[in-house]
C-alpha cells in the first residue's frame, strides 16, 4: 500500500527526478479543504503505487517550494511529467478528478 510521501524543500529537487507523473498537494494544517483532500491523495498514493509518484507539501513548513510555483491558495494540486508542470487543481474536488489528470500523464 503506497502512501505519500512527505515533500519538503530539501528533497524536491530529488523526487523531481522521477521517471513517473508526480502529484504533489500544496496544504496546510490550518486549512479546512485541505483536510478533506489530504485523505484522497492518500488513496491515490495507494491506488497509483508503482505508477505515480503521490507527495505532499506543507506550505507553513517548506516556504521555498511554495513559493517557487506561486501557490497563493490551497489545496493546490500539481501534476509534473519530466520535471514540467502539466496540470493544476486549486481547491478541494472528488477523487475521480484527480484521477483522472494522473491517468491522463501515465
Keep these: ?13 530529488e523526487i523531481m ?12 494544517e490550518w ?3 485541505c483536510k478533506m483532500i489530504g485523505p ?10 508503482g505508477k505515480a509518484v503521490i507527495g ?9 517550494v511554495a513559493s517557487q510555483f506561486g501557490i ?10 519530466g520535471g514540467q508542470i502539466v496540470d493544476k487543481q486549486v481547491g478541494a474536488v472528488p477523487k475521480a478528478v484527480l484521477a483522472q489528470k494522473l491517468d491522463a500523464q501515465l
Design 40 to 49: 484522497i491523495v492518500e488513496e491515490l498514493a495507494g491506488d497509483y503505487d
Design 17 to 28: 527526478k522521477s521517471e513517473q507523473p508526480i502529484l504533489v498537494d500544496f496544504w496546510a
Design 72 to 81: 497563493r491558495s490551497i489545496p493546490t494540486l500539481l501534476f509534473f511529467k
Design 31 to 33: 486549512c479546512g479543504p
Design 1 to 13: 500500500m503506497g502512501k505519500a510521501i512527505e515533500i519538503t524543500d530539501a528533497n524536491f529537487e
Design 56 to 64: 505532499k507539501v506543507d506550505v507553513d513548513s517548506n516556504p521555498a
